[in-house]
């Protein structure tokens, strides 16, 4: 999935940002827009079809959230693509909060469950926020699953990738990966 600029290129420029160089993280934006348009368009695909955000409007809401996070410790650009997806995430949750207030229960911002993978699931579609509780709700149950759904769905992250970030071997995010899906197609079911 990541393809855009050289692991070196993506992570120097990440750690001179990191130690106060605005101008760094300008010049990584054209290096990773590509893949993160490539990750936001994923997220939007389970979404309902008149969804007012966009994935340039995402990708650009999640950009001015990362630019929040300096304190962090970038290691490589697999790390960095993680928490733009992470970040993307919380934009569509907020967006569906607002719009739910909004419209004090109105259409709730959906997405298919059938999109987490290949487990079997009914072909209706689900809301994001409950999504999103159910995510919580296995983080705290098993970190680790939560991690890889957040990687592998909201990231885009092949499987090597997700092992990587997680410190872990493919074979295990594999399993974590089909764990999980049947986890959040029971905690989602009617």
Not at 42 to 63: D, I, K
Not at 79 to 101: E, G, I, N, T, Y
């Amino acid at each position: 999935m990541i393809s855009a600029g050289s692991d070196r290129d993506i992570t120097e420029l990440l750690v001179a940002w990191e130690r106060g160089d605005d101008e760094a993280l300008r010049r990584v934006a054209p290096l990773v827009y590509d893949d993160l348009r490539a990750i936001a368009a994923s997220q939007l695909r389970g979404e309902r079809q008149e969804h007012t955000l966009q994935p340039t409007a995402l990708v650009h809401e999640a950009y001015l959230r990362l630019s929040e996070q300096r304190r962090r410790q970038w290691k490589e650009r697999r790390q960095f693509f993680a928490v733009a997806s992470r970040l993307m995430r919380q934009v569509l949750v907020d967006h569906a909060r607002s719009r739910q207030a909004a419209k004090r229960g109105g259409e709730a911002t959906r997405i298919e469950v059938a999109a987490l993978g290949e487990i079997p699931a009914p072909p209706e579609v689900f809301d994001v926020l409950p999504l999103d509780e159910a995510l919580t709700r296995l983080a705290t149950l098993q970190p680790r699953l939560a991690k890889v759904v957040e990687l592998r769905f909201f990231g885009g992250l092949e499987v090597e990738e997700t092992a990587a970030l997680l410190d872990c071997s493919p074979r295990t995010v594999k399993r974590d990966w089909a764990l999980a899906r049947a986890w959040l197609v029971r905690e989602l079911s009617p």
